[in-house]
Nanobody
């Protein structure tokens, strides 16, 4: 079974930074797609970052490009999201997600099979 556990959310002022972590119980794939999503109250879930764990480019939405950075630590089976220069529009519940196939574009939420519980990020 694959389980994702997110942490690191909280409150930050505009222009500040937060670092989210997504711990994977077991990485059963040598190379699979990981994604980061966020959803604000009353809004649709937005995928803003995705990458393949085997290496390669990270795909970012324009809304976070040059501000957010997704990375991974294979030794600790953990995926990270560094969020810099945060804006009030970044306020949302943030989720990490995983799926067996590879991704070559920024996928829709329906593409992913495994999800974390979410962690709240509030920017004021």
């Amino acid at each position: 079974h694959v389980q994702l556990v997110e942490s690191g959310g909280g409150s930050v002022q505009a222009g500040g930074s937060l670092r989210l972590s997504c711990a994977v119980s077991r990485n059963i794939y040598r190379n699979n797609c990981m994604g980061w999503f966020r959803q604000a109250p009353g809004k649709e879930r937005e995928g803003f970052a995705a990458f393949n764990t085997g290496g390669g480019a990270v795909y970012y939405a324009d809304s976070v490009k040059d501000r957010f950075t997704a990375s991974q630590d294979n030794v600790n089976n953990t995926v990270y999201l560094q969020m810099n220069k945060q804006k009030p529009d970044d306020t949302a519940m943030y989720y990490c997600a995983a799926v067996s196939p590879l991704c070559s574009v920024l996928p829709d939420a329906s593409f992913f099979s495994h999800w974390g519980q979410g962690t709240q990020v509030t920017v004021s």
